[in-house]
């Protein structure tokens, strides 16, 4: 049985835990963004950084069993890294 601080997420016959993210939005109009990642360590930290400086907005990155430093660098830019446990 899930407690209450997971959420399963399915996909085929594959199951997906993920604890949800504790994200506090300051203003009304703030948007949450979501950056789907695999093997981007080239991109991911200007990525991050130029969406949080101009918008000042919360960075989730959904790392999906990258090989490389894509979550240590989004992490380091900014964003929450959700990494996931099977790759899709």
Same mark, same amino acid.
Request: hydrophobic share 45%.
């Given at each position: 049985?899930?407690?209450?601080?997971?959420?399963?997420?399915?996909?085929?016959?594959?199951?997906?835990?993920?604890?949800?993210?504790?994200?506090?939005?300051?203003?009304?109009?703030?948007?949450?963004?979501?950056?789907?990642?695999?093997?981007?360590?080239?991109?991911?930290?200007?990525?991050?950084? +130029?969406?949080?400086? +101009?918008?000042?907005?919360?960075?989730?990155?959904?790392?999906?069993?990258?090989?490389?430093?894509?979550?240590?660098?989004?992490?380091?830019?900014?964003?929450?890294?959700?990494?996931?446990?099977?790759?899709?």
């Amino acid at each position: 049985m899930k407690s209450d601080t997971e959420a399963q997420l399915s996909s085929n016959s594959h199951s997906i835990i993920a604890a949800p993210l504790n994200l506090t939005m300051t203003q009304p109009d703030t948007l949450v963004i979501i950056i789907p990642a695999f093997n981007e360590e080239t991109t991911i930290s200007t990525v991050v950084d +130029r969406i949080i400086q +101009r918008w000042r907005w919360p960075v989730i990155v959904v790392d999906d069993c990258s090989t490389d430093a894509t979550a240590t660098l989004a992490q380091a830019a900014g964003a929450t890294v959700l990494p996931l446990t099977l790759q899709l």
